[in-house]
């Protein structure tokens, strides 16, 4: 249905060629590496055999299991000195992604040792005993969550072995389909010395499958070490060794991105300093790399070293970043801090790896990456100091850290972390850039797309880097990626202040999502580009040289207010006690009506005499008298137990699913609190966030909430935390900007309303516009869509020609649509 036809006002867009806005830096676009989700072994980086160096189950420095859960070293958080009680993924089995093909269980064993390593930086191998076979035994590897096998493909395997000199049998190497067909074999070479062999064999399938297997076959009995195995497709991204899946390298190359950050992300950090990423391990041989116990649940094998990224970023034009350790822990985690005297180990480590990417053939670590096959430098044009550290440690060893690398590579752009809500640049000397962070949920994104409108200018530039919309989103649908392109417009708009940006985090094997909403899904022989990928594609497709000014850059609508609704109290993971529950009005405070409840979810005690209430875990209720216009709630609240705080209602609907919910003290941190809005169950966007104190078991809280149908503030023993005025909820932004590469004016526009956006747009100070232009267009049919494996381009940039563009010309824009426009025309300065 067109505008015309439902007579829906038009919307007078104008955009002035001649006012010129800031510029849109070059390097705005570019992606954000981190091993999370499998987003290397078993994403990005070829390898098709897991724990191919029987290093996984290795444990960082003085951690633990018990059962499934990893327990870190007991380390101090050095912003509080507490330790806290954390604990992570631990994979069970005792040789993961191996198993045994045999007669019988007697037949033969196997066990991971440390005899006679190969290599003593990955010492572990595996010990098989074989005393029966009369049938022939397999060692398999099930990959990733299987191999990709393409019938003709040739495929590289590495294999170091040895055998017991007793051993009289032939070792083979087979790709099996799921159902165990053959689809290549091969007879490895070796030598029964008892001497380790160092085997190439190249397999060339004659069948395939998706869910495949390796198998190394033993057909007699005897002692067989197996310390790396290792198979890669011949078909790598620019055929490198040690290469990338070209598949999903593709779909990276397909965002152009400006610059690539490596490694992390919370792994740079490490869950304590003991299992940070350390870059000088994962130089040289693959197979002497030990790996590393991810922050993210899993080891990873360091096969996509600091040497590969460095590769991959000169292969696709892309300036590195390196994201150091300041030697901090993860502050989301254990948060230890190395000792003073160790700070200079941290900062050394730091400048090996500038001058490993810059330094000459003269330099130690220059001749280092000129032995390892590059004599040139490579593109390291960025180094963040850190990664999501924040306090008055991390900001001293910023600026040593800064002092230090600007003093030698005056030339690198350097990055401070900005945590968003804690203390900001204002505490360090100085900075090139700041990086903030945001996880959010749409309507956090919508309504802050004049965010940077209001940055001081001058001081820094900032560079995003990480932000998804991630909450309330599923694994990421439509409306994810429209407010992402709706805050990416505030972004360019702001080119002059934001010079770089990368959504976060990039990759998910679709077989390990920790992380709930990651761009790209891989499985073993599909990637999948969310929405999401497409904005961010078709963002950095048509990024202008600079801004052009229009009257408007969104679509104002009504802001909703605090209406007169339910109050009520609840518990988020926690025990909780609420007591002198007061309202007052007009000046006249009195203890609300106790004696029924319009909605109530768990075991209440309820004293009615002291206005007291007590309260389960994650349960609400809400008192029966509604509550509106002026008023103000106070009361005393007390947790006796439980991981996170406390929450209070306003302005609720009687079935408990609609209104505002003030949760304080969340996270098992206990330290952050918002101010939420909900709509039939959902959450529909924190509208304040607070980050300060814990929420302590056994002491007693003071609380008062003041409201109006205008405001909302909340008050914690005497402070306001929270305070929230409603604001529009605009759904509709508008973009523009000159590409001067080829002469034409990029109107972007997001409508991220179940209804058309009629526009009527007129292009002043332009000549020579082009009536036939190219549109470009993201849709669905509505904000839950997304992409799958199934339907992969379900929601995917349709390119088409207009006709109609003009000095005046009506568009009318579908519901749920990321639109760019191009339009041939010149500033009418540029020719007269
Ligand atoms: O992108 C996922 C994680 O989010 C990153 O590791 C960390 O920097 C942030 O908290």
């Given at each position: ?7 829906q ?7 002035n ?7 849109i ?8 590496f ?11 980086y ?19 299991a ?15 000195g ?23 269980s ?33 060692l ?41 067909t ?20 190249t ?7 998706t ?53 992390g992300?919370?792994?740079?950090e490490?869950i ?14 693959p197979?002497?790399?030990?790996g ?18 460095l ?5 696709i ?20 801090a ?35 096959g ?41 990055i ?31 309504r ?8 001081e ?36 708009r ?13 990759f ?8 709930e ?6 499985d ?6 969310r929405?999401?990928y497409y ?15 229009s ?13 007169k ?12 006690r609420?007591?002198?529950?007061k ?18 979810d ?6 009615e005499?002291?206005?007291s209430?007590?309260?389960a ?5 809400l ?15 007390y947790?006796t ?25 969340m ?5 952050r ?6 709509k039939?169950g ?10 300060g ?11 008062k ?11 914690l023993?005497?402070?306001q ?19 001067e ?57 349709e ?13 009318d ?5 990321y639109?760019?426009l ?11």
């Amino acid at each position: 249905m067109s505008c015309s036809a439902t007579q829906q006002a038009k919307e007078e867009i104008v955009i002035n060629l001649q006012e010129r806005g800031a510029d849109i830096a070059p390097s705005m676009y570019g992606v954000f590496f981190e091993e999370i989700n499998h987003a290397g072994d078993g994403g990005l980086y070829a390898e098709l055999v897991q724990n191919r160096s029987f290093e996984e189950k290795e444990m960082p420095a003085g951690f633990h299991a018990e059962g499934n859960r990893l327990l870190p070293k007991p380390v101090k958080y050095h912003l509080t000195g507490e330790v806290r009680n954390r604990s992570y993924r631990w994979n069970t089995a005792e040789v993961p992604a191996w198993s045994l093909q045999r007669k019988d269980s007697l037949a033969a064993q196997m066990k991971v040792t440390e005899e006679s390593p190969k290599f003593k930086t990955a010492p572990h191998n595996l010990k098989l005993f074989i005393k029966d076979a009369s049938q022939p035994v397999r060692l398999l590897n099930e990959g990733y969550w299987g191999m990709n096998i393409v019938k003709g493909g040739n495929y590289f395997l590495r294999s170091i072995i040895r055998t017991s000199e007793d051993y009289h049998g032939t070792v083979s190497v087979k790709l099996l389909s799921e159902d165990g067909t053959v689809l290549a074999s091969e007879i490895l070479d070796i030598t029964t010395d008892g001497q380790w062999n160092d085997v190439r064999e190249t397999l060339t399938a004659v069948g395939q499958d998706t869910r495949a297997r390796l198998a190394l076959e033993f057909d007699a009995p005897g002692t067989i070490w197996v310390d790396y195995v290792s198979l890669f497709p011949e078909n790598t991204f620019n055929n490198r060794p040690n290469g990338l899946r070209r598949d999903v390298a593709d779909m990276l190359v397909g965002l152009r991105p400006s610059f690539f950050r490596w490694p992390g992300g919370c792994v740079v950090e490490g869950i304590t300093l003991d299992n940070r990423f350390e870059w000088k391990k994962t130089l040289g041989d693959p197979a002497a790399r030990p790996g590393e116990y991810s922050t993210w649940g899993y080891r990873c094998s360091y096969g996509f070293g600091y040497y590969e990224m460095l590769q991959f970023c000169e292969d696709i034009g892309a300036k590195a970043m390196y994201v150091c350790n300041v030697g901090l822990g993860c502050q989301f985690r254990m948060g230890d801090a190395c000792p003073e005297n160790e700070i200079a180990f941290y900062m050394d480590d730091c400048m090996d790896a500038i001058e490993y990417a810059l330094g000459d053939e003269t330099t130690e670590w220059g001749a280092r990456r000129a032995a390892d096959g590059h004599p040139a430098p490579f593109p390291l044009q960025y180094v963040e100091i850190g990664n999501e550290n924040w306090g008055p440690e991390y900001d001293r060893r910023f600026d040593m850290f800064y002092k230090a690398i600007k003093e030698k590579y005056p030339e690198l752009i350097l990055i401070y972390n900005e945590m968003p809500q804690r203390e900001g640049p204002s505490a360090i000397a100085k900075t090139d850039m700041i990086d903030p962070h945001w996880y959010v949920d749409p309507y956090f994104f919508f309504r802050n797309t004049t965010l940077f409108d209001s940055y001081e200018r001058g001081k820094y530039h900032v560079y995003v880097g990480e932000y998804a919309c991630n909450r309330s989103v599923g694994a990421g649908n439509m409306l994810a990626a429209l407010s992402e392109a709706a805050f990416i417009g505030g972004m360019e708009r702001n080119g002059d202040l934001v010079t770089m940006a990368s959504y976060a985090p990039l990759f998910e094997n679709c077989h390990d999502r920790s992380w709930e909403t990651n761009l790209i899904w891989i499985d073993t022989d599909q990637v999948l580009g969310r929405s999401s990928y497409y904005v961010q594609k078709m963002s950095a497709e048509n990024c202008p040289t600079y801004n052009v000014k229009s009257n408007i850059t969104m679509h104002d609508v009504e802001p909703e207010w605090f209406d007169k609704g339910y109050i009520g109290f609840g518990a988020a993971s926690a025990t909780v006690r609420f007591k002198d529950i007061k309202v007052t009005r007009n000046g006249v405070s009195e203890m609300p009506d106790m004696s029924g409840f319009v909605f109530k979810d768990g075991e209440w005690e309820v004293d009615e005499a002291s206005g007291s209430l007590s309260v389960a875990k994650g349960k609400q209720i809400l008192l029966q008298e509604p509550y509106g216009g002026d008023f103000v709630l106070e009361c005393k609240v007390y947790k006796t137990e439980g991981t996170q705080g406390f929450q209070f209602f306003l302005g609720m609907s009687a079935d408990g699913k609609t209104g505002y919910r003030y949760n304080i003290g969340m996270w098992s941190s206990n330290d952050r609190s918002e101010l939420l809005n909900l709509k039939n169950g959902k959450e529909r966007g924190v509208l304040a966030e607070y980050s300060g104190e814990a929420i302590k078991k056994g002491e007693w809280y003071d609380v008062k909430i003041v409201v109006s149908p205008l405001k909302s503030e909340f008050y914690l023993n005497g402070k306001q935390i929270l305070s929230y005025v409603p604001q529009p909820m605009p759904l509709q932004f508008i973009n523009s900007g000159y590409d001067e590469a080829v002469g034409e004016l990029v109107v972007k526009v997001v409508n991220a309303a179940d209804s058309l956006y009629c526009t009527s747009i007129c292009l002043e100070n332009a000549v020579d516009i082009v009536a036939e232009g190219k549109v470009i267009s993201l849709t669905a049919v509505d904000g839950k869509e997304e992409n799958s494996f199934e339907e992969p381009k379900k929601i995917y940039p349709e390119e088409k020609i207009f006709d109609g563009f003009g000095a005046k010309f009506d568009y009318d824009f579908p519901p749920f649509s990321y639109t760019v426009l191009r339009i041939k025309a010149k500033p009418l300065s540029d020719s007269y």
